[in-house]
Nanobody, 115 residues
Framework: QVQLVESGGGLVQPGGSLRLSCAASGFTFSRSTMGWYRQAPGKQRELVAAITSGGSTDYADSVKGRSSISRDNAKNTVYLQMNSLKPEDTAVYRC?????????WGQGTQVTVSS
């Protein structure tokens, strides 16, 4: 059974940093594409960043230069480092894992950027 457990969210001031973690189990992590998505109230879910099994990365324009996605295949964990946070980064951040024929989601972690 696929499990994705996010952690690391919280309240941070504008300009601050957070590192989100997603611990994965129940599938072959090293062969899967991992992604971070976010959804703010009243808005559609959007891709924040993704990393393939080979290490290729993709970022939303809104976070490019401020965020970095990485993975540790030995720990079955994917990370999202976010710097220079803005109030518009406030959202629930969810981890996604996908293979060729499947996709699975974590429950999400709240990130609130506010002074």
């Amino acid at each position: 059974q696929v499990q994705l457990v996010e952690s690391g969210g919280g309240l941070v001031q504008p300009g601050g940093s957070l590192r989100l973690s997603c611990a994965a189990s129940g599938f072959t992590f090293s062969r899967s594409t991992m992604g971070w998505y976010r959804q703010a109230p009243g808005k559609q879910r959007e891709l924040v960043a993704a990393i393939t099994s080979g290490g290729s990365t993709d970022y939303a324009d809104s976070v490019k230069g401020r965020s970095s996605i990485s993975r540790d295949n030995a720990k079955n964990t994917v990370y999202l480092q976010m710097n220079s946070l803005k109030p518009e980064d406030t959202a629930v951040y969810r981890c996604n894992a996908r293979g060729i024929t499947w996709s699975s989601w974590g429950q999400g972690t709240q990130v609130t950027v506010s002074s």
